[in-house]
Nanobody, 123 residues
Framework: QVQLVESGGGLVQAGASLRLSCATSGRTFSSYAMGWFRQAPGKVREFVGTISRSGGSTSYADSVKGRFTISRDNAKNSVYLQMNSLKPEDTAVYYC????????????????WGQGTQVTVSS
């Protein structure tokens, strides 16, 4: 069992930056692909980005490509989402997730989820 706890959300103005963190329990963090997803009110959950077990590969949704960066620190059992140039349409609850595989880009491929952290971007 893996527990994930997100932090770092908040209210910011358009154009600002935020860094989300996701701390995980367990001693096998490096065996999981990690991903970030988000869900805005009234919308379905959407993929934001993913990072491979080693951190050597990443992939992003087109809507955040060039603005968001995912990184991980396997020594700290943590994954991060650096969000720059935030837009009002980035407003959502952001979730981190862990997949027991080397690579995962779909929600159904993830095995564990955090509770989420709210990000609100004002115009």
């Amino acid at each position: 069992q893996v527990q994930l706890v997100e932090s770092g959300g908040g209210l910011v103005q358009a154009g600002a930056s935020l860094r989300l963190s996701c701390a995980t329990s367990g001693r096998t963090f490096s065996s999981y692909a990690m991903g970030w997803f988000r869900q805005a009110p009234g919308k379905v959950r959407e993929f934001v980005g993913t990072i491979s077990r080693s951190g050597g590969s990443t992939s992003y949704a087109d809507s955040v490509k060039g603005r968001f960066t995912i990184s991980r620190d396997n020594a700290k059992n943590s994954v991060y989402l650096q969000m720059n140039s935030l837009k009002p349409e980035d407003t959502a609850v952001y979730y981190c997730a862990a997949a027991q595989r080397g690579w995962a880009t779909k929600g159904a491929e993830y095995d564990y989820w955090g509770q989420g952290t709210q990000v609100t971007v004002s115009s």
